[in-house]
Each structure stands twice: as C-alpha cells, then as structure tokens.
C-alpha cells in the first residue's frame, strides 16, 4: 500500500514547469506563483488569466507543443493535460532526470501528490487520502474551511511578532516554549475572534511583560 511522505517544499525562485494551458493548469500556475515559484508554461494555447500573467511578464510561457528539453533546469514539473501519452512522456523525461513531478489526476504518474488545502494567513492543514478519494478530501476540506477561520491567521500572525520581540531579549530561546503556551491556554484565540483588544494588551503584558502591546509589537 501507498505511503507519502509529507513534506512542505521551499519553491521560492525555483524554476517550475507546467505543461496544460487550460483550468488546471491556470490553477497550478497560480499556486506555484504564490509560493514564489519562477513558473514557464508550455502549451499551444492558453487561458485568458495565464495570457495575462505572460503578457505581464510574471510567467514565461511558450506557445507550442512541449519537448523534452522544455525540463532543463527545473526543480518541479506538473503536467496538466488531457492528453494520455503526453502526460506519460512528461513523468517518465521527469523520471530519468529526478525531478519532482505531478500529473494531473493519475496518481501512478506522480512522484508527489497534491493535498486538498486548508489556508489562513501563514496556518495551512493538507488533507490527503493517499490517491483513494480526492473526492473525501475536498469534503473533509470544506468541513475544515467552517472550522478554522480568519482569527487563526490573525493568531499566527501576532504569536509571530510576539516570538520577534523575544528573540531580541537575553533570554535563551528555549524558555519561548511556556510562554506561548500560556498564552494559548488563557483563551487568546477565543480574544481574537472576539476583538477583544484590551484584554489581549491585558494578557501580552500578564505573559510576555509589561511593555508589550498590540500597538509596541506592531511598531516592532
């Protein structure tokens, strides 16, 4: 049986391929573009979001068939079409070279999947099911989506100014730990999504010391 390995890839500036020029392959596109990937597209024909992304310069894209050597230097490839044997020949030129590659919908084609994501702010939950059903993973996304809302990303977002202004204390960095526990434990979630400003000031100055604030921490 079937067991991924999970892991978070750091594409930032990193050279991706995608291969497919329609609706799946503008999804690829954008998603790559937001983790900061360098995306070259390669299909005869286009959508109209990624003609715009070409034309802006934001992507590289060559309007023809692929070839082989379209693979040269990339780090990713993904392939998005609806063609059987093209999708075969860009897994197994990704296969002789090692890349990481993806293709569309055929899991026997990949060396990676893609999980249904679960996304706030700098929070992300991937969900997969191992190849079985894409479908179960799309709904147990959804239940998720109702779950955690904007205050998570909110959370994350101040326990990270909150961990800055530590770092740039004397203390070592392994006494962090309790306190963003303490935190977490006296309701500051719960604070949040009630935009309770005033008693998270009351409970950053309680855990953390007397002089940090919404307000010091933003300035920060």
Same mark, same amino acid.
Request: charged residues 25%.
């Given at each position: 049986?079937?067991?991924?390995?999970?892991?978070?890839?750091?594409?930032?500036?990193?050279?991706?391929?995608?291969?497919?020029?329609?609706?799946?392959? !503008?999804?690829?596109?954008?998603?790559?573009?937001?983790?900061?990937?360098?995306? !070259?597209?390669?299909?005869?024909?286009?959508?109209?979001?990624?003609? %715009?992304?070409?034309?802006?310069?934001?992507?590289?894209?060559?309007?023809?068939?692929?070839?082989?050597?379209?693979?040269?230097?990339?780090?990713?490839?993904?392939?998005?079409?609806?063609?059987?044997?093209?999708?075969?020949?860009?897994?197994?030129?990704?296969?002789?070279?090692?890349?990481?590659?993806?293709?569309?919908?055929?899991?026997?084609?990949?060396?990676?999947?893609?999980?249904?994501?679960?996304?706030?702010?700098?929070?992300?939950?991937?969900?997969?099911?191992?190849?079985?059903? &894409?479908?179960?993973? @799309?709904?147990?996304?959804?239940?998720?989506?109702?779950?955690?809302? &904007?205050?998570?990303?909110?959370?994350?977002?101040?326990?990270? /100014?909150?961990?800055?202004?530590?770092?740039?204390?004397?203390?070592?960095?392994?006494?962090? @730990? &309790?306190?963003?526990?303490?935190?977490?434990?006296?309701?500051?979630? %719960?604070?949040?999504?009630?935009?309770?400003?005033?008693?998270?000031?009351?409970?950053? /100055?309680?855990?953390?010391? &007397?002089?940090?604030?919404? %307000?010091?921490?933003?300035?920060?």
């Amino acid at each position: 049986m079937m067991r991924y390995y999970p892991v978070c890839l750091d594409i930032r500036n990193r050279a991706c391929l995608v291969v497919g020029g329609g609706q799946v392959g !503008t999804r690829k596109v954008t998603t790559l573009l937001l983790c900061g990937a360098r995306v !070259t597209l390669v299909s005869p024909e286009a959508g109209e979001e990624l003609t %715009e992304l070409a034309r802006a310069g934001t992507i590289q894209w060559h309007a023809r068939n692929y070839e082989s050597g379209d693979q040269a230097g990339a780090f990713l490839v993904i392939g998005a079409t609806d063609q059987e044997a093209l999708n075969r020949r860009i897994h197994a030129d990704a296969e002789k070279d090692g890349r990481l590659c993806n293709i569309a919908d055929q899991p026997k084609l990949c060396n990676f999947v893609l999980p249904s994501i679960v996304q706030q702010g700098d929070l992300m939950i991937a969900i997969s099911t191992g190849g079985q059903s &894409p479908a179960f993973a @799309k709904y147990l996304r959804r239940q998720m989506q109702r779950q955690f809302g &904007p205050e998570y990303a909110h959370l994350l977002k101040l326990m990270g /100014a909150v961990r800055k202004h530590l770092l740039q204390q004397a203390h070592a960095p392994e006494e962090h @730990k &309790p306190i963003f526990e303490r935190l977490i434990a006296k309701g500051l979630l %719960e604070l949040i999504r009630r935009d309770d400003r005033a008693t998270i000031n009351a409970l950053l /100055a309680e855990v953390v010391g &007397p002089d940090v604030s919404l %307000e010091t921490l933003r300035t920060r």
